[in-house]
T-cell receptor
Framework: GAGVSQSPSNKVTEKGKDVELRCDPI?????LYWYRQSLGQGLEFLIY????????KSGLPSDRFSAERTGGSVSTLTIQRTQQEDSAVYLC???????????????FGAGSRLTVL | GDSVTQMEGPVTLSEEAFLTINCTYT??????LFWYVQYPGEGLQLLLK?????DKGSNKGFEATYRKETTSFHLEKGSVQVSDSAVYFC?????????FGSGTKLNVKP
């Protein structure tokens, strides 16, 4: 697609429920990133995909968080047994994934705002 | 490890004032450097970038020069407008990894 598309744009859920957030990157972008932005805070790195593989999962806060990417395209971030501290905006970004020292540019989606009651 | 440090905000300026937002980085090798902007209620957008030492990135009147000797990439604009009010993030990229600063909120008053 023309841009990075994320859904849902807003999600309100009850504590303990599972949620799935979806990211559809720009066509041809091999690298995909998930970040979390809490209210008034900076960006917290969660996970990075190159193709369908996740070379860096170091940012996932706990084992309640998981992500997958299929067909080198769409990615889903799943949060199980949500907690109130999971409330944040979840941002997805993609890039060409050039590797080396090329000037990869991240293109961000508009984000999915998650509110856990 | 690799990291980015930018000045704390918020920064409050009057319209037409000169803007500087400081950014310094720590990295081995040859990172690329970026400024991203997040307008209220929106996602992050690339503002400008520089890929090697002494490069100057520029866009919408904003400029930043990649200074390897001082490991800096300060953002400047000669005359800010109310519409520039946003959060600005400095970032570096190295081999598909991106490191962001904590963001600096800019408020421009008419």
């Amino acid at each position: 697609g023309a841009g990075v598309s994320q859904s849902p744009s807003n999600k309100v859920t009850e504590k303990g429920k599972d949620v799935e957030l979806r990211c559809d990157p720009i066509s041809g972008h091999t690298a995909l990133y998930w970040y979390r932005q809490s209210l008034g805070q900076g960006l917290e790195f969660l996970i990075y995909f190159q193709g369908n593989s996740a070379p860096d999962k170091s940012g996932l806060p706990s084992d309640r968080f998981s992500a997958e990417r299929t067909g080198g395209s769409v990615s889903t971030l799943t949060i199980q047994r949500t907690q109130q501290e999971d409330s944040a905006v979840y941002l997805c970004a993609s890039s060409l994934g050039l590797g080396g020292y090329g000037a990869n540019v991240l293109t961000f989606g508009a984000g999915s705002r998650l509110t856990v009651l | 490890g690799d990291s980015v440090t930018q000045m704390e905000g918020p920064v409050t300026l009057s319209e037409e004032a000169f803007l500087t937002i400081n950014c310094t980085y720590t990295a081995t090798g040859y990172p690329s450097l970026f400024w991203y902007v997040q307008y209220p209620g929106e996602g992050l957008q690339l503002l400008l970038k520089a890929t090697k030492a002494d490069d100057k990135g520029s866009n919408k009147g904003f400029e930043a020069t990649y200074r390897k000797e001082t490991t800096s990439f300060h953002l400047e604009k000669g005359s800010v407008q109310v519409s520039d009010s946003a959060v600005y993030f400095c970032a570096l990229s190295k081999i598909n990894k991106f490191y962001f600063g904590s963001g600096t909120k800019l408020n421009v008053k008419p």
